[in-house]
């Protein structure tokens, strides 16, 4: 009992711990983003990636629905198989992103200052 009481209290360490400025990965399924919520620092890049050819699913994009003041809109290219969309975010607030082609496909990005 008393390992299972330290390693929880370990995991909300890191779950609390601040984002770092750098690099973030967010893999897109059919029909969603993973993870999603994200947390990340003020500066870090968030990488979009579609699967490969062998995964490949419905199309797909990546479109700031809506962001902190400040910040400046964007939208991917449409895409199924191998390709990568990157935005740096620079602005400290909750982005919401959505795929234009699939109402129920979105996620929020929370950026906090470092």
């Known amino acids: ?3 299972v009481l330290v390693l929880a209290a370990g995991v909300a360490l890191l779950c609390a711990a601040p984002a770092q400025a750098g690099k973030k990965t967010v893999t897109i399924g059919d029909n969603y983003y993973a993870p999603a919520p994200l ?7 968030v990488v979009w990636k579609w699967p490969g050819f062998d995964e ?19 939208h991917s290219e449409a895409a ?3 390709f990568t969309y990157k935005r740096k975010l620079t602005v400290p607030g909750l ?20």
């Open 95 to 114: 982005y919401k992103i959505v795929c234009t082609l699939h109402d129920d496909m979105k996620m929020s990005i929370r950026v906090k200052h470092p």
């Open 56 to 74: 490949a699913g419905d199309v797909h994009d990546v479109k700031l629905k809506s962001g902190p003041k400040g910040a400046k809109k964007f």
């Open 1 to 3: 009992m008393r390992k």
């Open 80 to 82: 199924s198989t191998d």
């Open 39 to 45: 947390r990340v620092a003020k500066g870090t890049t």
